[in-house]
């Protein structure tokens, strides 16, 4: 299969659950990550799943006796990044500052003084 950049933000609900299995669990079977997803699809479905991330390069496929193991191709930070930007493109106007207002917007979410002082806290460092 040809390698494709990876694209998170192109990713169904079900891949990105897909996903954060294999980031937690670090490398899992189709039926491992079967037995994780909520309200699971066939296995059918999940290995369908699979072999479309592994497509988008996001996931890579090694053989263990007579299963393929799957694991993740790209590190959790760089996923992470890509679906923030998503995240800023598509309902923050690209603006970071607009996430955090919306964050901190009572009637949106309503954030403890601890979160919000550990908010403030990285904002400094980051000074």
């Given at each position: 299969?040809?390698?494709?950049?990876?694209?998170?933000?192109?990713?169904?609900?079900?891949?990105?659950?897909?996903?954060?299995?294999?980031?937690?669990?670090?490398?899992?079977?189709?039926?491992?990550?079967?037995?994780?997803?909520?309200?699971?699809?066939?296995?059918?479905?999940?290995?369908?799943?699979?072999?479309?991330l592994?497509?988008?390069?996001?996931?890579?496929?090694?053989?263990?006796s007579?299963?393929?193991?799957?694991?993740?191709?790209?590190?959790?930070?760089?996923?992470?990044?890509?679906?923030l930007?998503?995240?800023?493109?598509?309902?923050?106007?690209?603006?970071?500052?607009?996430?955090?207002?919306?964050?901190?917007?009572?009637?949106?979410?309503?954030?403890?003084?601890?979160?919000?002082?550990?908010?403030?806290?990285?904002?400094?460092?980051?000074?």
């Amino acid at each position: 299969m040809p390698f494709m950049k990876p694209d998170s933000s192109q990713q169904s609900r079900r891949e990105r659950q897909v996903m954060e299995i294999l980031f937690r669990l670090g490398k899992a079977t189709a039926q491992e990550v079967l037995d994780e997803l909520p309200d699971p699809p066939t296995y059918s479905a999940v290995r369908a799943l699979l072999t479309t991330l592994e497509t988008k390069g996001l996931v890579k496929h090694g053989k263990e006796s007579r299963r393929y193991v799957y694991s993740p191709s790209i590190p959790e930070k760089k996923a992470k990044q890509s679906a923030l930007r998503q995240l800023l493109t598509t309902f923050f106007e690209g603006r970071p500052e607009k996430l955090v207002a919306s964050l901190l917007d009572p009637e949106d979410q309503q954030l403890s003084k601890a979160e919000i002082e550990r908010i403030r806290s990285l904002i400094d460092s980051n000074s």
